[in-house]
């Protein structure tokens, strides 16, 4: 099954019991609007963690009402990141959502030795693309967290990404290790490694899945571009998960989509025990829906079908 769009992940969500969900920080309007929405097409039930006095002030300005769902006070980025990762941790929630927080301290609150919501794994950052023109969703990883992965991180980055998609329905998903140039190159280490990936990861995971590298953006996600270099690729230009070399690639990349592309991302943190929703706070209500409704198909851990 491949997702068309982020319509087809919430009607999905729709389908399945309310989830419950954190929110640190929730003393945002775009932040309450999403939370709104997930609310009132029955997707999620939220636990607002933030400043009482505001979550309310707001709330009253989109006729939300708050009084119906647990607030728990809190002030600092700090405390509202650990308040919300501590009701995962103690398994009130099953989602927890970054609000008007940054993201290092909602980050850190989630990894907290007090609390049992590592999983041993790379915590990485993968960015779900609703592109106008393209006929299925896109994913990107990481261009949010790991800064300059090595070959160890960027498997398990690798591997996320997998099982994530897997765990959302989408069947043999197919995943392009980029890079400059599709050819193998000692000039060019990115190629090396891309190359050296996808035969560990097929030899480690499994023979029949479809990951290829190094492979550049065009002949990705491209099938017109494969025939026109002839060239072959067993992804047929039909890549789900794009892997980058670098975050600044994976930023690049992510923001030449919405800026130019005028596509709709949303933001989902793997490698924790619950998916964690995670967009900048710049980002518009309807893509922080899109990415708690991916976060509500993902917690539900049932297999997809349309």
Do not use: W
């Amino acid at each position: 099954m491949r997702y068309k769009s982020f319509t087809d992940v919430i009607d999905i969500a729709r389908t399945r019991p309310p989830v419950k969900m954190s929110v640190a920080a929730a003393h945002d309007l775009d932040v309450l609007q999403a939370v709104k929405t997930a609310v009132e097409i029955g997707i999620i039930e939220p636990y607002l963690v933030g400043d009482p006095q505001k979550i309310f002030e707001l709330s009253r300005e989109i006729d939300f009402s708050v009084e119906d769902y647990p607030v728990h006070p809190a002030y600092t980025e700090k405390e509202n990141a650990f308040v919300a990762a501590k009701l995962a941790s103690e398994g009130h929630v099953q989602i927890i959502m970054k609000g008007f927080v940054n993201s290092t301290p909602f980050l850190k609150g989630v990894l907290h030795k007090e609390l049992n919501l590592k999983t041993g794994t790379v915590i990485s950052h993968l960015s779900v693309f609703d592109i106008p023109g393209a006929d299925r969703l896109i994913s990107m990883s990481d261009g949010g967290i790991n800064i300059a992965p090595d070959f160890q991180q960027k498997k398990k980055i690798i591997l996320n990404g997998i099982e994530f998609l897997e765990r959302i329905g989408v069947d043999s998903p197919r995943i392009a290790i980029l890079a400059a140039n599709e050819r193998v190159s000692e000039k060019m280490p990115v190629t090396v490694e891309a190359d050296h990936l996808a035969m560990v990861i097929k030899n480690e995971y499994s023979q029949e899945l479809l990951i290829e590298g190094p492979l550049p953006l065009d002949l990705a996600i491209s099938r017109e571009s494969l025939l026109h270099k002839g060239l072959e690729s067993e992804l047929e230009g039909a890549a789900d998960l794009l892997i980058v070399p670098t975050i600044e690639a994976g930023n690049f990349l992510g923001k030449a989509i919405t800026y130019f592309a005028k596509g709709t991302m949303a933001g989902i943190v793997l490698g924790a025990k619950v998916p964690l929703v995670l967009n900048s706070r710049s980002d518009t209500a309807e893509a922080k829906l899109a990415s708690i409704a991916l976060a509500v198909v993902a917690a539900s851990n049932t297999t997809v079908s349309v």
